[in-house]
């Protein structure tokens, strides 16, 4: 199946590196082939490297060679869990001078090979979509030197929602330097904690954040449904990295059978994400949306959670509105120790979306347009 989603020449040069990881068992049955294979249809692919091992230190030693010699400026590894060996490979691309968060992973070894050895082929189309939503992401990463709250401040309208969700007393408001409003929003680098929590909450749509950003995540949810299986179900997970995302890698780990019938996006936060990418995704024919953060008290960002709690009743009404079953939509509360729970969560959330049957929206190309035109 070729890709069929538009894939721009962007320009950019991506070194690809694959770890088969023969230091476990975990990757034995997983089609490196054909995933390889996919990936040389994106033009921005320079190079594509098969390690055996990619944490050895001959591989970060080729890694570094390929920068230079193919003038790469963009890294993305099709690896194990990021928290495990990213860093390792942000610290040596940063030494070639890309920036790091030009350098991100995929996880093949436990969000793919491990959960779905029981289904070498739904592994095999889901890896396919996963690496589509990654290019997407790394293409529109920009460089940063940290993750932090940033305004447009020549649009921002001074109403002080931002300042008041943020818990962590990273907003200040400040004399709007062009005289339009009293003040201006001005978020502080230092103190800011990336949550999100303020970009979505704005309701003029004026912040974004530095890394991680409302072109990379939306951008994700784009290739996610230019990918859509008339044959399967095709559920859409968004997992904070602290907590849903923590036990996601150790449901792989520990091995857990899972549906592959989901793709999966990583935000910093369940506060992070924008009630209109849910409800473009069920609008656009995803057969249904779960949100998943760490449990009240256990939020990495303190109280990220509890802001995506109220937030996201409201979803379920609105699609109600829509004529779209509200049961498409849900929220699950799990914690980094918690992989059996994160099998329970998704495995019983895509059962569920199978009894409701497909979503009536897939087959009417309803577009979504006026969340767009509010965006610009
Ligand atoms: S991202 Fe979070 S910590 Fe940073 S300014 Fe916004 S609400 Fe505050
Ligand atoms: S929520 Fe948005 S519009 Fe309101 S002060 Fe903050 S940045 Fe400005």
Redesign the pocket.
């Known amino acids: 199946m070729r890709y069929e989603g538009e894939i721009p020449n962007t320009g950019d040069k991506v070194g690809l590196y694959f770890c088969e990881c023969h230091s476990s068992q975990l990757c034995e049955r997983f089609d490196f082939d054909d995933l390889e294979t996919f990936a040389k249809e994106f033009p921005q692919i320079a190079v594509i490297r098969r390690e055996p091992k990619m944490c050895g230190e001959g591989s970060i030693n080729q890694l570094k060679n390929d920068i230079k010699e193919h003038s790469l400026d963009r890294i993305l590894l099709a690896t194990c869990a990021p928290d495990k060996h990213l860093e390792e490979f942000r610290t040596a691309s940063v030494e070639m001078g890309i920036n790091r968060y030009l350098v991100d992973a995929i996880n093949i070894r436990e969000q793919l090979a491990a959960i779905h050895a029981n289904d070498p082929e739904g592994a095999r189309i889901k890896a396919r979509d996963q690496f589509a939503m990654a290019m997407a992401n790394i293409l529109k990463a920009k460089p940063a030197n940290k993750v932090f709250a940033i ?2 401040e020549t ?9 008041t ?1 943020c818990d962590k007393g990273a ?1 200040s ?1 400040v004399p709007d330097p062009y005289g339009r409003v009293q ?3 001005h978020p502080d680098p230092e103190k800011c904690w990336g949550c999100g929590v ?1 970009v979505t ?7 974004d954040m530095t890394v991680y950003s409302n072109e990379q995540l939306e951008g994700q949810v784009d290739s996610f449904l230019e990918r859509l299986h008339p044959d399967r179900t095709n559920a859409l997970v968004f997992a904070c990295h602290w907590c849903a995302y923590q036990a996601a890698d150790a449901a792989g780990a520990k091995g857990l059978p899972i549906d592959p019938d989901f793709r999966i996006i990583r935000s910093l936060c369940s506060g992070r994400i924008d009630p209109d990418w849910v409800l473009k995704a069920v609008s656009r024919g995803a057969d249904g949306v779960l949100l998943m953060g760490g449990k009240p008290n256990q939020c990495h960002f303190k109280s990220g959670n509890m802001r995506t709690m109220s937030r996201m009743k409201l979803i379920k009404l609105l699609m109600d509105q829509m004529g779209l079953d509200g049961h498409r939509f849900r929220v699950e509360w799990v914690n980094p120790d918690e992989p059996e729970e994160y099998a329970r969560a998704v495995n019983e959330f895509i059962k569920d979306l199978r009894e409701l049957g497909p979503n009536p929206f897939k087959s009417l190309d309803t577009d979504y347009s006026h969340a767009q035109q509010r965006k610009k």
């Open positions: 305004v447009d649009r921002c309208n001074g109403c002080e929602i931002c300042y969700v907003i408001m003040k201006i929003s303020c909450s704005c309701p003029v749509n004026v912040m």
